[in-house]
C-alpha cells in the first residue's frame, strides 16, 4: 500500500528567503505525485504533480518539486517565498493501479514579513 | 463552471441523528471520494467511485454511506451520528489518469454534540 510522509509539522521562513517543504513516499512501482495547497476555511488547491522523467517539477504560484528516486523524495521548493504563501501544504501519492490517492498530515508553512 | 460544490457549509447535529452531504460536480468527472479532515491527522478517505454505480471503501469508512447514482452526484449519509465524526468533510473529483489531480469542493463542517 502507498503511503506518504511530510516529517515537519510547521515550517518558518522569513519574507524572501527560500523555502522547501519536505515529502517522503512509499510505493509499489512507478509513483504518481502531487503537491496541494490548502487556505483557511476553504478546500485543497492543486500545485503540481510529478511528470515521469522530470526531476524539477514547475507549478502554480512559483512553486517547483525536485524528485529524488533513490532518496524516495519529493520535496516542494521556492526560491523566495511571499508572506501570501503561508498556508497547510499536503503531498499525496496514488500508484499506478486503481488506487485513490493517499495524503501526508501536512505541513503548515509560515512566512514572516 | 462551478466545479465541485458541497452542501451544507456547516451543520450540527445531536448523537444519533443522520443527514447526508451532498457532493455535485460539474465537470463530467467519473472519479469521485470522500475524505475528512481532522487536525494533526491530514486528510483520510472515507468512500470513492470510479463511475456511476461503483463505489469503493476507503481507510474509514464505518458509519458512513454512499452511492453514485448519476456521474454529477456522490451524497455521503451519516447513519447514526457520533462525536467522533466531528470534523470537515471534503468531496473531491477527478478524471480517469493516474496523473490526474483531483479537484476539491469548499468543505462541510460538522459538529456532533
Known amino acids: 500500500a502507498q503511503s506518504v510522509a511530510q516529517p515537519e509539522d510547521q515550517v518558518n521562513v522569513a519574507e524572501g528567503n527560500p523555502l522547501t517543504v519536505k515529502c517522503t513516499y512509499s510505493?509499489?512501482?512507478?509513483?504518481?505525485l502531487f503537491w496541494y495547497v490548502q487556505y483557511p476555511n476553504r478546500g485543497l488547491q492543486f500545485l503540481l504533480k510529478?511528470?515521469?522523467?522530470?526531476?524539477l517539477v514547475k507549478g502554480s504560484y512559483g512553486f517547483e518539486a525536485e524528485f529524488n528516486k533513490s532518496q524516495t523524495s519529493f520535496h516542494l521548493k521556492k526560491p523566495s517565498a511571499l508572506v501570501s504563501d503561508s498556508a497547510l501544504y499536503f503531498c499525496?501519492?496514488?500508484?499506478?493501479?486503481?488506487?485513490?490517492?493517499?495524503f501526508g498530515k501536512g505541513t503548515r508553512l509560515s512566512v514572516i514579513a | 463552471n462551478a466545479g465541485v460544490t458541497q452542501t451544507p457549509k456547516f451543520q450540527v447535529l445531536k448523537t444519533g441523528q443522520s443527514m447526508t452531504l451532498q457532493c455535485a460536480q460539474d465537470?463530467?468527472?467519473?472519479?469521485m471520494s470522500w475524505y475528512r479532515q481532522d487536525p494533526g491527522m491530514g486528510l483520510r478517505l472515507i468512500h470513492y467511485?470510479?463511475?456511476?454505480?461503483?463505489?469503493d471503501q476507503g481507510e474509514v469508512p464505518n458509519g458512513y454511506n454512499v452511492s453514485r447514482s448519476t456521474t454529477e452526484d456522490f451524497p455521503l449519509r451519516l447513519l447514526s451520528a457520533a462525536p467522533s465524526q466531528t470534523s470537515v468533510y471534503f468531496c473531491?473529483?477527478?478524471?480517469?489518469?493516474?496523473?490526474?489531480?483531483?479537484?476539491f469542493g469548499n468543505g462541510t463542517r460538522l459538529t456532533v454534540t
Open positions: 473531491a473529483s477527478g478524471s480517469r489518469g493516474y496523473n490526474s489531480p483531483l479537484h
Open positions: 510505493v509499489s512501482g512507478n509513483p504518481y
Open positions: 510529478y511528470i515521469t522523467g522530470d526531476n
Open positions: 499525496a501519492v496514488r500508484d499506478a493501479g486503481n488506487t485513490p490517492l493517499v
Open positions: 465537470m463530467n468527472h467519473e472519479y
Open positions: 467511485s470510479v463511475g456511476a454505480g461503483i463505489t
